[in-house]
């Protein structure tokens, strides 16, 4: 990545960045540059910091209204742009290929931002709000890590909804293609074209046009935030990680109670799975949203608010409502 390239983060007139903002990069223990942004951490007093980490393709930009939602409930937010996506480093030639051989890239990736940023700036306690990809990063690193007093997923990556094609088979296909050395082709099919700039019509992440929309208007303002389809190196990386949380020893406690959040209209990452694996973790619980897609957070108002009482429930210092039970609401 060239060095004149800015950690500045992008407001548009329908998605402006919230008061008390900094960005800024940190380096891992590998020497690859993430950009983080912080966000009311200069203001006191606060509840905690929210730690937001995003799914697959996703950058700080697009959380905004998250980070509102959050600022307006007194918590500080630390966000993390992984590697390979956002304004963070790239790894390939190729900048528009989201790209990694092994998810413990993306663990270090966490581990950096949480010694190197949010520890030493932010102010305790520290709660965990993530998303797909990187709920499955955050999950897997509670057997052995306690940064977090709780943490809340959404349609974290457990297993993938079924295809014509098993997953197995998929998958034992993706680890030859890498030995191959074919790890940084795109998937068949794949392109450099971020998934937000297809049809709304055909798109599997959101019912809420506004909110789709005001994606699209952030990539077309800076092409450069977003990355295309994977490739086959993320996805072989991807199987394995999923494997990986779904062996984690329960009912061994975790280290940290955790909040998992499923969409009911989820195309994308399977819903059963993530209910299988509530159902085995002794300090989870596991809520469904019907009518919500992948990204519950980017949805409907009548579907976001559903999330916020979810939320506001389950974690300490958020406004006093009634705890949590299971959502089910249809879509209208």
Known sequence: MADEVSPVLLGT???PIP?????????????TRL?????GTNVRPVRGTVCVFEGRGEFIEKYFEVVQDLLDRDFAVSVLDW??????????????????????????????????????DCPPPYFALAQSMGANVVLRALDRRTWFSRVVTTCPLVSLMPRQMPWPVIRVLADVLCLMGLSSFYVPGGGDDPVELASFAT????????RYERTVELLEADRSLGIGAPTIGWVSAAFQAMAELRRMHFPSPLKAPVLMLAGGQDRIVSSKAIHRLGQNMP???E??????????????DDLREQFWAAFDAFVPGAPNVAQPSRISTAAS
């Open 283 to 285: 300090t989870s619980r």
């Open 19 to 31: 008061d008390d903002a900094v960005a800024g990069w940190l380096y891992t223990r590998d020497g």
């Open 287 to 300: 809520i469904t949203i019907d009518g919500s897609r992948h990204e519950p957070l980017m949805e409907r």
């Open 83 to 120: 590697r390979g996506q956002g304004r963070s480093q790239r790894l390939l030639r190729n900048h528009n290929k989201g790209h990694v051989n092994h998810f413990a890239s993306y663990d270090d990736d966490l581990v950096s931002f949480m010694e190197t940023v949010v520890m030493p």
């Open 35 to 39: 950009r983080y942004g912080l966000f």
């Open 203 to 210: 798109n599997r992440l959101t019912s809420d046009i506004s």
């Open 13 to 15: 007139l329908n998605n």
